[in-house]
Every structure is written in C-alpha cells, then in structure tokens.
C-alpha cells in the first residue's frame, strides 16, 4: 500500500498530492505543468517535499514531523523519465548492471541480466550503446533496468511520448503484460484519455499541483466530477454556469439556460458524439448556427455569442449557415463542481 500526503512550494507553483494506493496502475492525469513530474520526483526522493508523508508497505520513506527522509538509493523504486535517462558510455549490459539492486550478490548478477535481456528481447543488443539504439530498443532497455532492482514502486513517466504511433502501439502491449505481471504498485504519468482507459484501473486528476480524489477509469471517463477531468476525458464541449434560480441554470457562454437539479454546480459538459442537431428545441438545446461541417463532425456557434465553438458529431442533412437547435439527452449531461 502506498500512502503519500506531501507539500511542496515554489516560487509560483504550489504542490499539494492525496493518494492511496495498492498493487495496481494507477494514471497520475493531468495538463503539461500540472505536477504530475514533480510527484514522481518527490516519491523517488529525488525532490524532497517541504511537508507530509509516504510510506510503501509500512515503510516511512517520508516524514516531515519525525524528520524521517529516506534517500533515493534505499528506497529501490523504478523510475522511467521520457528520455530514458541511459548512461550514454555503457553498453546495455552496463546499464542493467548498474540498475540492480546493491545487495545482489556477485555471482547472481550475470544471471540477473541474463534474465532481462531475455524476458525485453534485447540479448543481442547487449553490446550496443543507447546512441546505437532506437526510441523503441531504448525504452526496453530502460524499463528493464527499472525492474532490475525488483521494485514495489513503479513510476513510469509518458514512457510513450517521445514515440511514433505506429510504435507507441506496439510497445503498449508490451508494457501491459509487464505491468500485470508487476507485484506491485504502479504510477503512471500521462495527458492521453485514451491511454490511460487502456493502461490504468483508476484515475488521480492533478490539476495547477493539487490532486484530486482518486477514482475508478470508467467514473472518471463518463462521469467526471471537475472541469479539468472533464476536458482530460475528453469532453468537447464544457462551460462554465450560474444558479439564476431554483432549479434553473444559466449557461452564459452558450446564450441559454437549462434546468439543474445537482446540488452547486459551477459548469456542464457533453461529448460531441451524444448531441444532435434538431429543428425544433427540446429542454437541453443550444440555439446555434452551423459554421463547418465533416464526415466526422459539425462545428457549430451560438447565435448570440459567434466565438462560442461547439463540436457535435457529423449530421450531413443540415448545411452551413443553417440555423438549428442542439439537443442533448438529459442522461448525457455532466454536471461540474469546483475544483478541489
């Protein structure tokens, strides 16, 4: 089980993270400059955060209190940075070397990597220098040595995102068999929706440094509770609202007002695929005009606010310049509260 309740604070940039959890994958989701890189650095112990506390397993590594900092070297956890972070004048051999634990007697090692090359098929890399390999062999290579020490903490930082898609592909399924084969838990830093719903059980959305309460994927991917998880789900359409009355809110942005019955909401979003485009209005409509449409979608404006984009999916039997409503269904609509 991995406990960590840190602060940490910058000239312009405050970093406060809630998180639990056990032998499981789970996305750290968040917009670039979020925090995401920074939590990782402070659970490595490369950073050490000004307050708070981790622990792994019942091990403090952290204690701000009882003045407990246990230094990256003692706490075995495997790091995978973007670039990799290889020694450029080590071989891959070399590398893995390097990568396992201190205590692992002389006679062991051989084997150990052995072992490593074999299981990441890169044995007949073992010579090679990372200049001498490509983005995919890389990260192989650097995966295998983060494993190397046998870790209980993973931490796997947008592995993907330096990689072509044809290859990202490929070596996602490799990394899924890893980490269900991995005996412990596993972080996973990443921007993608996509993604994330293919790699990861649950979702922890860390949004301007604080992170927000940990949830099941499939919550937070139809049902997220904030606008940040709303847009890193991949919500289109989003808005912010104001409570005109009972039972009524206003949407400003988007010139119309729609019934409301969730307790304090501060905004509303749809997917482009779940509206539709009417002639008539219903409860849930924006009055809108049509400005482009494709095979894959129609974008549209509001009348009364021309800058007001929204994407609905593609309707061939309505032309641009039409005036139409809208509609989305009422179980479709997500209902927004603040951030945390």
């Given at each position: 089980m991995l406990e960590?309740?840190?602060?940490?604070?910058?000239?312009?940039?405050?970093?406060?993270?809630?998180?639990?959890?056990?032998?499981?994958?789970?996305?750290?989701?968040?917009?670039?400059?979020?925090?995401?890189?920074?939590?990782?650095?402070c659970?490595?112990?490369?950073?050490?955060?000004?307050?708070?506390?981790?622990?792994?397993d019942g091990r403090v590594w952290f204690d701000s209190e009882k003045q407990v900092f246990v230094p990256p070297q003692e706490r075995g956890v495997g790091l995978l940075f973007q670039n990799y972070a290889l020694f450029?004048?080590?071989t891959v051999r070399q590398n893995l070397l390097c990568g396992l634990r201190r205590d692992t007697?002389?006679?062991?090692?051989?084997?150990?990597?052995?072992?490593?090359?074999?299981?990441f098929c890169i044995s007949e890399l073992h010579s090679h220098l990372p200049s001498q390999l490509s983005g995919g062999q890389q990260q192989r290579v650097a995966l295998a040595?983060?494993?190397?020490?046998?870790?209980?903490?993973?931490?796997?930082?947008?592995?993907?995102?330096?990689?072509?898609?044809?290859?990202?592909?490929?070596?996602?399924?490799?990394?899924?068999?890893?980490?269900?084969?991995?005996?412990?838990?596993?972080?996973?830093?990443?921007?993608?929706?996509?993604?994330?719903?293919r790699l990861c059980k649950r979702v922890c959305v860390v949004h301007r440094g604080c992170s927000q309460a940990v949830v099941n994927v499939g919550d937070w991917y139809h049902r997220p509770?904030?606008?940040?998880?709303?847009?890193?789900?991949?919500?289109?359409?989003?808005?912010e609202i104001n409570i005109i009355k009972e039972g009524m809110a206003s949407l400003d942005e988007w010139a119309t007002s729609w019934p409301c019955e969730e307790p304090e909401p501060i905004g509303v979003a749809f997917r482009a695929e779940d509206a539709s485009i009417e002639p008539n209005g219903k409860?849930?409509?924006?009055?809108?005009?049509?400005?482009?449409?494709?095979?894959?979608?129609?974008?549209?404006?509001?009348?009364?606010?021309?800058?007001?984009?929204?994407?609905?999916?593609?309707?061939?039997?309505?032309?641009?310049?039409?005036?139409?409503?809208?509609?989305?269904?009422?179980?479709?609509?997500?209902?927004?509260?603040?951030?945390?």
């Open positions: 960590v309740r840190i602060e940490k604070s910058f000239a312009d940039f405050h970093l406060k993270i809630n998180l639990n959890a056990g032998n499981e994958t789970i996305a750290l989701l968040g917009a670039s400059g979020a925090g995401k890189t920074m939590t990782l650095k659970l490595a112990g490369v950073v050490k955060p000004d307050s708070g506390y981790v622990a792994l450029p004048n080590m007697p002389r006679h062991e090692r051989d084997s150990a990597v052995e072992s490593l090359m074999e299981r040595r983060c494993l190397a020490r046998k870790p209980k903490l993973l931490l796997l930082d947008e592995p993907f995102a330096a990689l072509d898609s044809h290859l990202r592909w490929r070596l996602e399924q490799e990394l899924t068999n890893t980490l269900a084969e991995f005996d412990g838990t596993t972080l996973y830093v990443t921007h993608d929706c996509d993604e994330t719903r509770i904030t606008k940040s998880a709303a847009q890193l789900a991949g919500f289109e359409n989003v808005t409860d849930f409509v924006i009055l809108c005009r049509i400005v482009r449409s494709t095979e894959q979608e129609t974008i549209v404006v509001t009348t009364a606010n021309p800058s007001a984009f929204i994407r609905v999916r593609a309707q061939a039997q309505f032309a641009v310049g039409d005036t139409v409503f809208v509609s989305i269904p009422r179980e479709k609509i997500v209902w927004l509260q603040r951030e945390e």
